[in-house]
């Protein structure tokens, strides 16, 4: 019997453009310009390491963005409302009805992580919040997962993963979770009809 559910935010819950290819687009920035930060330092602020601000304000200029890193976060996380796929709320609500746990694990950095906790408000959708950022650790590593379970006391036996990163779940299923992929919101939601 399931009795926890762990969810993917990105490319699940929450869809969009990339937000360095939404950079380009609308600014010029060329992912060329933006590709070492996000492939080198912002790895480190997925894992508590490092602080994005700090490290976004070493590359401004080269990146030719002069209005300040508050700005740029702004811009960054101003889309995030309508990125988020609201029909999985009530989906969640009815597993949370049916003593089911649910749970958000998510590779993100502290300040997107709040963005998305507080501001766009999925904080209030599930019974625990589980962020890179301050696990320490990302998906698929196995000592994200194992922190998750550490946390909260749920089964190995009994909990299922979802994630549409095929990465994630072979990591999730070699660490012995259940696994699902997700490729679109129907397939989501009669697979989780049929944990209730």
């Known amino acids: 019997m399931v009795k926890t559910v762990i969810f993917d935010a990105d490319g699940m819950i929450v869809n969009g453009e990339r937000f360095s290819s939404r950079l380009e687009r609308e600014y010029g920035i060329?992912?060329?310009t933006t590709d070492?930060?996000?492939?080198?330092?912002?790895?480190?602020?997925?894992?508590?390491?490092?602080?994005?601000?700090?490290?976004?304000?070493?590359?401004?200029?080269?990146?030719?963005?002069?209005?300040?890193?508050?700005?740029?976060?702004?811009?960054?996380?101003?889309?995030?409302?309508?990125?988020?796929?609201?029909?999985?709320?009530?989906?969640?609500?009815?597993?949370?009805?049916?003593?089911?746990k649910t749970y958000l694990a998510t590779n993100n950095e502290k300040y997107r992580t709040r963005n998305l906790l507080e501001d766009r408000r999925l904080g209030e959708w599930f019974d625990d919040i589980f962020?890179?950022?301050?696990?320490?650790?990302?998906?698929?590593?196995?000592?994200?997962?194992?922190?998750?379970?550490?946390?909260?006391?749920?089964?190995?036996?009994?909990?299922?993963?979802?994630?549409?990163?095929i990465k994630n779940t072979d990591g999730a299923a070699s660490f012995g979770l259940s696994v699902e992929v997700y490729k679109n919101f129907e397939q989501f939601k009669k697979a989780a009809e049929n944990l209730m």
């Open 131 to 165: 962020s890179s950022a301050y696990v320490g650790s990302m998906k698929p590593n196995a000592s994200f997962f194992q922190h998750i379970l550490d946390k909260t006391g749920a089964k190995i036996e009994e909990t299922v993963f979802w994630d549409d990163d």
């Open 30 to 32: 060329s992912t060329d």
């Open 36 to 100: 070492s930060f996000f492939k080198n330092e912002f790895q480190l602020c997925l894992v508590g390491k490092a602080d994005l601000k700090q490290e976004l304000l070493k590359n401004l200029d080269q990146w030719g963005w002069n209005k300040g890193v508050d700005e740029l976060l702004d811009y960054w996380f101003s889309e995030e409302q309508n990125r988020i796929d609201n029909r999985f709320s009530a989906v969640i609500r009815k597993l949370r009805e049916k003593h089911i």
